[in-house]
């Protein structure tokens, strides 16, 4: 039988044997036989120029410097960062500890119940395989890869990644560093079509996505693009961390569960965060900058072999914008950059699509400021359910195209038997703009058949350059039905706020709209629009240019707007009010 006494004096023995408060703590709950058998020595302090770490005292750490990393950021450490990561998997879970330093590496494989921490003064750093004598692990097989680009359907070839794992976290307030990644990819497997990419690329392919004759994927042999990629993973906590030049994507999740991002600072050259088919997801008080891409970008791709839906999902308390690449991070927040990936500048976003197979619901989007970038799109173009969808309290500022695009398409990127998917129970609230593009509205639009239904926004203040002629401007938008999803997909908007075509039940009311110059065009154009109310919305009046312009409109009613007498009709074929 266990003597309490005895046990009680060689504890305080072992107290007196060792300076952590922790590891005293810890002593005094489990007994100094049980806790002594559970710690290996590779979890005590690392000596490094004569000190202990002060961090690696704490009892279960994984100190990479004790599995040979030199942290000098010459030669890569990727072996002895994966010998510590299974050390704390065999161990039943801890946490792989990176004091300060330089860690060059190629892939790192996560596994269950372990946690990485980057500490102060800690820059994990992707090695160049053309530099630094190594490669990435390669891109796995992926038989449905034909239906969304290469990034978006292989995990392996990444800085960090991890697959079928539970309970799993980075943290810490060190950086991650994409030095050796690559933010291109080859393409489509099969011959790109005219609804693969943007038309206002005008043919030109930026980011090295339409392939190059090559096998597909050859070129990407031995090389990493993205910093985090996740798959079929749940329990996840990544907060703290900074990433700069994520590749591809700096997170890649796909089928993600219960997955919690707090407190990122995030400066990349392509997409921030990539949230693919999952589920109960926490995006808070993160900054991401992404001036070639999209910040915030929730997806529901193919990847998978079969359709998931992007769920229960809130962003919140969140900044994304389009400075100059890397003046996020060092502060100083330029904007000389003139390169931007198509038409219509900087991107920078939160965005629903494009990748859309699976489908969104239940989605939550508040307290966000966007600056020198796009705005919020909501897009399903490959057969997506888009529901019940709640934004609220926006402020956007100096954006480059319109504060809300809605667009219901029909690209299909998808296996045969697809068809157009809906888009239905938006509410948008309490969203203040200035500085926006005058070039394209906001836009709401489905396409012929297929309306987008129930959208309400309220409360919104908007104040653009102006400057539009009517005189220029196809009254008319072409539909582009199959098109890449963007605004100037239609050209240059028929309407200087609001342009909605093909949509059941849209009501706006406490708009007021504002412009710096002028504008011929007509405040809001309704094309194919059925219960159409407008209340308390306000927009300059020009001689000429009609508040409303109406083509094919059922039901419509607007009460108290612009000082106007109340006007309700039953059905227009085409008027302007």
Known sequence: MSNPLKDQLETRRLNKQTSSPLRRGLLRMFGSGALAATLPMYALPVMAQGKATASANLVGNFNVRGFGASGNGKKHDTDAINRA?????????????????????????????????????????????????????????????????????????????????????????????????????????????????????????PHGERGNGKTYGADMMGKGNKAIALKNCKNIILRDISIFNGGHFALLATAADNMTIDNLKVDTDRDGFDIDCCRNVHISNCSINSPNDDAICLKSSYALGYKRFTENISITNCQVSGF???????????????????????????????????????????????????????????????????????????????????????????????????????????????????????????????????????????????????????????????????????????????????????????????????????????????????GQVHFPQQSGAPGFSLLNVKDFLAKDCNGLADIQRKQVERENL
């Open 85 to 205: 990561i299974k050390a704390a998997a065999a161990a039943g879970g801890g946490t792989v500890y990176f004091p300060a330093g330089k860690y060059l590496s190629f892939s790192i494989r996560l596994q269950s119940h372990v946690t990485l921490y980057l500490d102060a003064g800690a820059t994990l750093i992707a090695a160049d395989p053309a530099k630094h004598g190594g490669s990435y692990d390669e891109a796995e097989p992926n038989e449905w890869d034909v239906y969304q680009d290469f990034g978006h359907s292989h995990w392996h070839n990444s800085l960090i990644w991890g697959e079928n794992l539970e309970h799993i976290a980075i943290l810490g307030s060190g950086l991650i560093y994409g030095a050796g990644l690559t933010h291109a990819g080859p393409g489509p497997r099969r011959t790109a079509k005219p609804g693969d990419m943007p038309l206002s690329l005008g043919g030109s392919d």
């Open 324 to 534: 100059d690449l890397g003046t996020f991070l060092d502060g100083s927040f330029q904007r000389k950059q003139e390169f931007a990936p198509d038409n219509e500048g900087v991107a920078g976003r939160i965005k629903l699509g494009t990748e859309s197979n699976g489908g969104f619901r239940n989605i939550a989007i508040s307290n966000c400021v966007f600056e020198r970038c796009r705005g919020l799109a909501i897009e399903s173009v490959d057969g997506a359910i888009i529901e019940d969808i709640s934004v609220n309290n926006l402020t956007m500022r100096d954006l480059t195209n319109p504060p809300i695009f809605i667009r219901l398409g029909s690209r299909l990127r998808a296996p045969d038997g697809a068809t157009t998917g809906a888009i239905r129970r938006i509410n948008i609230s309490n969203v203040t703009v200035s500085g926006a593009d005058s070039r394209y509205a906001s836009i709401i639009s489905g396409v012929p058949g297929y309306p987008i239904e129930n959208v309400r926004i309220s409360n919104m203040h908007v104040l653009h350059q102006g400057g539009g002629d009517l005189g220029k401007i196809a009254v008319n938008p072409p539909e582009n039905t199959g098109s890449y999803p963007e605004p100037s997909m239609f050209g240059l908007s028929p309407a200087h706020a609001l342009f909605a075509r093909h949509v059941n039940n849209l009501e706006l009311h406490h708009v007021d709209i504002k412009y710096v110059q002028s504008d011929s065009r007509p405040a809001i154009v309704l094309h194919d629009v059925s219960r159409a109310y407008f």
